[in-house]
């Protein structure tokens, strides 16, 4: 028997006791000792685990891959996310479900809300999972998008292009991440070859074209709404990204205090618009003269939230457990300026070396680096295999160890 399975058996029961209905029919608060079940037993399902455990919380996932970072810290359930007699299994024994990524099938989603309690719904994973419903739903809460068009031929292409003016951007709706699925057309000539990227086969998706901002930055903020409506957001990150991974998120962000403030304002505006429980990432660009876009929405932990789980009074993935059992949100405090740094498989080992070793452990900065790494078993170039924050006096200074410490020069 894998120490998995044992552990299975042990934390086997059905829900606990702790969970107690409070109030209105659909808002429960679950106290610590309840179980959480996360549907996805990645970094991100991995690392909330560890922020609810130390509260009391239980965990168990539900994941097709028989180690899987969090299945490493909690119990499994190991089998495909689209296996209805797992998700059964897996509302049986949760008094509360969440998720940890966005691609959730719409009929599991609909079973667990059925068999037990989903406070996210599954309408807001519906609207994020197609960027033409969320940029929809994010104008009707009256915050800005970039100008768009929908896009189903290459002549509707050309027409959306004329009306928006070049550059732009053109993007399928659904399925694409880190920056597939999309090009940028700066010319005319460029738009038949932007079309036979992005739609190569003979079905054509869906797909929008945006308008090419330019931004000064692009900033993000986690905004976290409870069951019950109490609304906190944590400080925006500046996020820099190489080959479309972020690489680097900046607190505080080099912007304007005044722009971080409407990027809070946006963030809560936003996830009170549309109801959300739970965490919501707002992702958005920052041009010159202050305007603010959102670009795109993240019902989940985020990595541009990794930040808060050293530098802030309460950690992303703390607030995403208050939020759903409907405790107090925390505070959203930044104690202390922080670069974030991803750990990419081709950083892994020197990673390790530069934080874990007694050679590397001084440094002239006076950073103190706080490693983060996430059990994959496989480590790949460009897969995200931990981060490190660095915990520092001004963002310079952690941007200095980064590129002192030459790891991520390539
Ligand atoms: P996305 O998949 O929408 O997050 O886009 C990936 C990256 O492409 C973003 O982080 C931006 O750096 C860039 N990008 C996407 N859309 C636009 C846009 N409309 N204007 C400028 N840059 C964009």
Redesign the pocket.
Known sequence: MRPEELKLQEAGGAASPAAQASGADTVRTLLPGSTVGVLGGGQLGRMMALAGSAMGYRFVALDPAPDAPSGQVTPQITAAYNDRDAARELARRSDVITYEFENVDAGVAALLAEESYVPQGSALLYTTQHRLREKAAIEAAGVPV?PYRKVDSLAELKEAAAELGLPC?L?TATG????KG?AVIRQEEELEEAFRQVAPGEVIPELVL????A?QC?ISVVAARSASGEVKSFPPSENI?VN?ILHLSIVPARVSADIQRRACELAETLIAGLNAVGLLAV?M?ATADGELFV??LAPRPHNSGHYTMDACVTSQFEQHVRAICNLPLGDTTLLTPVVMVNVLGQHLDGAIKATCTHEEKDNKLGIVPKLHIYGKTESKTGRKMGHINLLCKDTGDGLSWVEQSKLWRN
Do not use: L, M, P, T
Not at 176 to 179: K, L, P, Q, T
Not at 210 to 213: D, G, S, Y
């Open positions: 970039a951007v993007k694409g991440y880190d920056g999309q945006e308008k090419f901002v931004f692009e990204h479309n992702e660009f670009n795109e």
